[in-house]
């Protein structure tokens, strides 16, 4: 097996080097984060020490991409400053550790050992499970991020545990869960969505669990709640966040018992069930602010899955559309329309704040737009959306990024005023970098103390800062 090493200290390269090949293994060196991704990407690379401090970035921000390599290789972050914050973000990005290189050589090895037992057992297992294709009717696209949130899927559907789907509005979030049902041992049981943001709060009770003939006022009949009928299947909570905290505490005991009792019976009824829920709002925030019960939390997110909004996956936009553009067309009777270079290349220049939802209605809008026409252009994308992407260009200019002194108003007397919707998200994408910006500085780059100021989550902070491009070092 083969095992990366990326430090810029020679020392530590050969004092790592040499716990390496005492394992039976052969180390590759590398000084400088670069050098270490070419290494990776060439594959056959089996487990990584990646240092944090590295002269051409923080390690950390080579880990996605080390992650994705070919051979999807263990990486062990490694660093002489230990720091809580970023051992927290290198786990939850998928390192398999984070030691201190004061550490003693005993544990750094027995660390290296166990990641490379982990990924024999795993390599072992594989050869003997026939591989079998994830369904994933509705969800196109093969980016890593795609990919990663993929993964989980498969390993979700292989489990009866509680899973929490986690993203923006738009992001597919059903289709998802749909996944996990399709690629279970319930598929063929009933999925069952229950929509908690239309759930009327008079009749929460009634329409989850179900309720006798003469419970209440207009109770003529007895009535079988949606919790009930996902008996052998699935049930789907859909923004779950929207469910009434006194609902909370029903809900959760339903959870942990498997059975339900209607409304007006003296009868419990067994309920076999596999629960997935999904959310766009902070449950964390939500907990603190006292919205949102703790233990139902945690019983809900035995499996996270948080999905990518589409600006950090425009490598998909081709893809999405050609697909969806090639069913819509066959739906109406139209020969498929070919795309020009300039119609995608809105598409992947806009920042999608509606997501895979807002680039549908956009593609829909071109459909109509060039009804008789065999051709698509970026001229039949709507308007507001071409302008914006016009207009972050122009703001841009030739090899810079949008200066950030002030919003987008008229460029010259000529041009008059923007949309006061283009004018409000300018203003607001200003005031939320320069808070951040000054966050991060009175805070002393201290993610801890940044979240408690902020009152954000940890990881809603990171996703600002890097949509802000906004580092912590």
């Given at each position: 097996?083969?095992?990366?090493?990326?430090?810029?200290?020679?020392?530590?390269?050969?004092?790592?080097?040499?716990?390496?090949?005492?394992?039976?293994?052969?180390?590759?060196?590398?000084?400088?984060?670069?050098?270490?991704?070419?290494?990776?990407?060439?594959?056959?690379?089996?487990?990584?020490?990646?240092?944090?401090?590295?002269?051409?970035?923080?390690?950390?921000?080579?880990?996605?991409?080390?992650?994705?390599?070919?051979?999807?290789?263990?990486?062990?972050?490694?660093?002489?400053?230990?720091?809580?914050?970023?051992?927290?973000?290198?786990?939850?990005?998928?390192?398999?550790?984070?030691?201190?290189?004061?550490?003693?050589?005993?544990?750094?090895?027995?660390?290296?050992?166990?990641?490379?037992?982990?990924?024999?057992?795993?390599?072992?297992?594989?050869?003997?499970?026939?591989?079998?294709?994830?369904?994933?009717?509705?969800?196109?696209?093969?980016?890593?991020?795609?990919?990663?949130?993929?993964?989980?899927?498969?390993?979700?559907?292989?489990?009866?545990?509680?899973?929490?789907?986690?993203?923006?509005?738009?992001?597919?979030?059903?289709?998802?869960?749909?996944?996990?049902?399709?690629?279970?041992?319930?598929?063929?049981?009933?999925?069952?969505?229950?929509?908690?943001?239309?759930?009327?709060?008079?009749?929460?009770?009634?329409?989850?669990?179900?309720?006798?003939?003469?419970?209440?006022t207009g109770a003529e009949k007895d009535r079988t709640g949606l919790v009930q009928r996902a008996h052998g299947g699935t049930l789907f909570l859909d923004e779950v966040g929207e469910l009434p905290l006194l609902m909370q505490k029903s809900f959760l005991r339903v959870l942990q018992e498997?059975?339900?009792?209607?409304?007006?019976?003296?009868?419990?009824?067994?309920?076999?069930?596999?629960?997935?829920?999904?959310?766009?709002?902070?449950?964390?925030?939500?907990?603190?602010?006292?919205?949102?019960?703790?233990?139902?939390?945690?019983?809900?997110?035995?499996?996270?899955?948080?999905?990518?909004?589409?600006?950090?996956?425009?490598?998909?936009?081709?893809?999405?559309?050609?697909?969806?553009?090639?069913?819509?067309?066959?739906?109406?009777?139209?020969?498929?329309?070919?795309?020009?270079?300039?119609?995608?290349?809105?598409?992947?220049?806009?920042?999608?704040?509606?997501?895979?939802?807002?680039?549908?209605?956009?593609?829909?809008?071109?459909?109509?737009?060039?009804?008789?026409?065999?051709?698509?252009?970026?001229?039949?994308?709507?308007?507001?959306?071409?302008?914006?992407?016009?207009?972050?260009?122009?703001?841009?200019?030739?090899?810079?990024?949008?200066?950030?002194?002030?919003?987008?108003?008229?460029?010259?007397?000529?041009?008059?005023?923007?949309?006061?919707?283009?004018?409000?998200?300018?203003?607001?994408?200003?005031?939320?970098?320069?808070?951040?910006?000054?966050?991060?500085?009175?805070?002393?780059?201290?993610?801890?103390?940044?979240?408690?100021?902020?009152?954000?989550?940890?990881?809603?902070?990171?996703?600002?800062?890097?949509?802000?491009?906004?580092?912590?070092?």
């Amino acid at each position: 097996m083969r095992v990366l090493i990326i430090d810029d200290d020679e020392h530590m390269r050969h004092a790592l080097g040499r716990t390496v090949r005492r394992l039976g293994c052969e180390p590759v060196m590398a000084g400088m984060g670069g050098e270490g991704l070419q290494h990776a990407e060439k594959g056959d690379i089996d487990a990584v020490f990646l240092d944090v401090r590295l002269p051409d970035g923080n390690g950390l921000s080579f880990l996605p991409r080390l992650a994705e390599a070919p051979s999807r290789p263990e990486v062990i972050i490694i660093t002489g400053a230990g720091d809580p914050d970023g051992a927290e973000l290198a786990i939850t990005n998928g390192a398999w550790d984070y030691i201190e290189k004061t550490a003693s050589i005993q544990d750094i090895t027995l660390t290296l050992r166990r990641a490379l037992d982990f990924r024999r057992e795993r390599m072992e297992s594989r050869k003997d499970c026939p591989v079998r294709a994830l369904r994933r009717k509705g969800i196109v696209g093969d980016s890593p991020a795609l990919m990663r949130c993929l993964d989980l899927v498969a390993q979700s559907a292989q489990t009866r545990a509680n899973v929490l789907i986690c993203g923006e509005t738009g992001t597919g979030k059903e289709l998802f869960a749909r996944a996990i049902h399709e690629n279970s041992m319930r598929s063929d049981g009933p999925f069952v969505v229950v929509d908690c943001a239309g759930l009327p709060e008079n009749l929460v009770e009634s329409i989850l669990f179900g309720h006798s003939k003469g419970s209440f006022t207009g109770a003529e009949k007895d009535r079988t709640g949606l919790v009930q009928r996902a008996h052998g299947g699935t049930l789907f909570l859909d923004e779950v966040g929207e469910l009434p905290l006194l609902m909370q505490k029903s809900f959760l005991r339903v959870l942990q018992e498997r059975t339900v009792r209607p409304l007006g019976s003296a009868e419990e009824v067994p309920c076999d069930f596999r629960l997935v829920a999904a959310t766009n709002r902070d449950l964390e925030a939500m907990v603190q602010a006292g919205e949102f019960r703790n233990d139902l939390l945690f019983r809900l997110r035995s499996i996270l899955i948080d999905l990518p909004p589409l600006r950090e996956r425009k490598d998909d936009i081709p893809a999405i559309s050609n697909n969806y553009l090639d069913r819509e067309c066959a739906r109406a009777g139209m020969d498929r329309k070919g795309c020009y270079a300039d119609f995608f290349d809105v598409l992947t220049h806009y920042s999608w704040p509606g997501n895979v939802r807002e680039l549908l209605h956009a593609l829909d809008h071109a459909l109509a737009a060039a009804i008789t026409e065999p051709y698509l252009f970026a001229r039949h994308l709507p308007p507001a959306l071409r302008a914006k992407v016009a207009r972050a260009r122009v703001a841009a200019g030739p090899g810079s990024t949008p200066p950030q002194a002030s919003p987008p108003m008229a460029e010259n007397a000529g041009a008059g005023l923007p949309l006061l919707q283009d004018y409000r998200e300018a203003v607001l994408q200003q005031a939320e970098s320069g808070y951040l910006r000054r966050l991060m500085a009175e805070s002393g780059n201290c993610v801890r103390k940044a979240v408690s100021t902020s009152g954000l989550s940890q990881s809603r902070l990171y996703a600002l800062l890097k949509k802000h491009n906004i580092t912590t070092s």
